[in-house]
């Protein structure tokens, strides 16, 4: 696999931050004073961090603790356009955002064509077919009828490819992700698990095929690069060949305690 990070030392920002993000296109910042966390061994990419070292991280619980956009940098479509695999690490450490919700992405697994997991694998139908829209797209299907999985089309239009969302860490909007998902703790069981994410977003499968790239509704937002990621076998796909079944195509920040299980399944980059 094609890799592009650089991993560092550890980086903890704590209560009062100051993020610089950039894309592709342009440089905007992000202003944050509020009592939040992000996912431990995350440095930004082209980004300043001034971190209170003397303030204990929180994560806010209420929304007049949220984090200011006052300037945001939504992700191009062209981040989006490429392999599903070069594209899954690369999602570490981004952030979804809707409305006053924003998650940062702590785990993915990638889905590729010709991958006897993916989707794409049944063809053109109904349901697959904002799969094979292009990159950039929202895919979202319900999983045994009861979780709505959240997936980020990934490649060219027509390659049949994506991204799953497997679990977050929560940023903003701490209570109404409580309240979505019925659960009114802190710990990582409130976002470990692709079913948690979309529920916490509040999405449906009404919600396929919408562009990530444009503001409004769904958003995918830079974000710091992680410094050290893990990577394992993908959760739940026992059906798949033994090929795809063993392939280390499931990625997550190193140290976080954001990660669903398996954990023991995911270990450094060879």
């Known amino acids: 696999m094609k890799r592009s990070h650089r991993f560092k030392r550890s980086i903890k920002p704590k209560k009062s931050l100051y993020i610089k993000l950039t894309n592709s296109n342009n440089e905007q910042d992000i202003t944050a004073t509020t009592s939040m966390t992000l996912s431990s061994s995350i440095k930004p990419s082209s ?8 303030l204990k991280p929180q994560i806010p619980t209420s929304s007049s603790s949220l984090i200011s956009f006052e300037k945001y940098a939504i992700l191009s479509q062209d981040f989006f356009q490429i392999d599903a695999l070069d594209l899954a690490p690369r999602l570490l450490g ?4 809707r409305d006053d919700v924003v998650l940062q992405i702590t785990e993915v697994e990638a889905y590729r064509p010709n991958d006897s997991a993916c989707h794409g694998r049944f063809g053109l139908t109904p349901r697959t077919a904002p799969v094979f829209g292009p990159g950039g797209h929202a895919y979202v299907y319900l999983c045994y009828g009861l979780h709505t999985m959240l997936n980020i089309v990934a490649d060219k239009e027509g390659v049949g490819a994506a991204v799953l969302i497997r679990s977050c860490a929560p940023v903003c909007g701490l209570e109404t992700i409580q309240l979505r998902r019925g659960q009114k703790t802190e710990k990582p069981v409130l976002l470990a698990g692709p079913g ?3 529920q916490a977003l509040g999405i449906s499968t009404d919600w ?5 790239y444009t503001p409004g509704g769904l958003e995918v937002l830079d974000g710091p690069e992680p410094e050290k990621i893990l990577i394992g076998p993908r959760v739940g796909i026992a059906y798949a060949s033994p090929e795809h079944v063993n392939a280390l195509w499931r990625f997550a920040v190193a140290d976080s305690p954001w990660i669903s299980a398996p954990k023991n399944t995911l270990g450094p980059p060879p």
Do not use: V
């Not at 981004?94 to 955002?97: E, G, S, V, Y």
């Not at 396929?208 to 990530?212: A, D, M, R």
């Open 94 to 97: 981004k952030f979804l955002r």
């Open 196 to 198: 948690k994410i979309g």
């Open 47 to 54: 980004s300043l961090i001034r971190a209170n070292s003397n």
């Open 208 to 212: 396929s095929s919408h562009p990530l």
